[in-house]
């Protein structure tokens, strides 16, 4: 299974940036699609940050959009998230999630994967 870990979370004032990288690593080969980033604050459903595809387009949820920006390294493959612009609504746990394919025992099979969450609160 293709292993996602996030990283850079932390916190930050209200106004302030940060830039959030998630790598993916695995046993076996793999090939990624699409990553993206989610976040859950208490209380609220998990929602779209932003996503990005193998072929860089990208999608942005509205309350992000201008403030955020979503990129990956496909050679290191990383996702990363660069936040400015940061308000206190921003505040929540950010996870990484990238769909693709793998081989397994029983060939290559669809993989979808989750990382662990990192937080990011925005506070003064």
């Known amino acids: 299974q293709v292993q996602l870990v996030e990283s850079g979370g932390g916190l930050v004032q209200p106004g302030g940036s940060l830039r959030l990288s998630c790598a993916a690593s695995g046993r076996s080969i793999f090939t990624i699609n699409a990553m993206g980033w989610y976040r859950q604050a208490p209380g609220k459903q998990r929602e779209l940050v932003a996503a990005?595809?193998?072929?860089?387009?990208?999608n942005y949820g509205d309350s992000v959009k201008g403030r955020f920006t979503i990129s990956r390294d496909n050679a290191k493959n990383t996702l990363y998230l660069h936040m400015n612009s940061l308000k206190p609504e921003d505040t929540a746990v950010y996870y990484c999630?990238?769909?693709?394919?793998?081989?397994?025992?029983?060939?290559?099979?669809?993989?979808?994967?989750w990382g662990q969450g990192t937080q990011v609160t925005v506070s003064s």
């Open positions: 990005i595809t193998n072929t860089d387009s990208t």
């Open positions: 999630n990238a769909d693709g394919r793998e081989v397994t025992r029983m060939g290559w099979s669809t993989f979808e994967s």
